[in-house]
């Protein structure tokens, strides 16, 4: 079954996004992940958020 996503996906409005991570660091000095599926015309915008 997960073929047919990932085939799906590939084809059709799923070029379209992206799954983007983003890394920050926390106050204690640590890090935490975000992660996000968005719009390929939204990414630069989702990294330059704090």
Known sequence: M???V????K???GK???K??????TAS???SFK???IHN???KDFLKEK
């Not at 983007?20 to 660091?25: F, P, S, W």
């Open 29 to 31: 000095g640590s890090y």
């Open 20 to 25: 983007v991570i983003k890394m920050t660091k």
């Open 35 to 37: 992660e996000e599926i």
């Open 41 to 43: 015309d939204h990414i």
């Open 16 to 18: 379209e996004f992206s």
């Open 2 to 4: 997960a073929k047919k």
């Open 6 to 9: 990932v085939a799906t996906l």
């Open 11 to 13: 084809s059709g409005k």
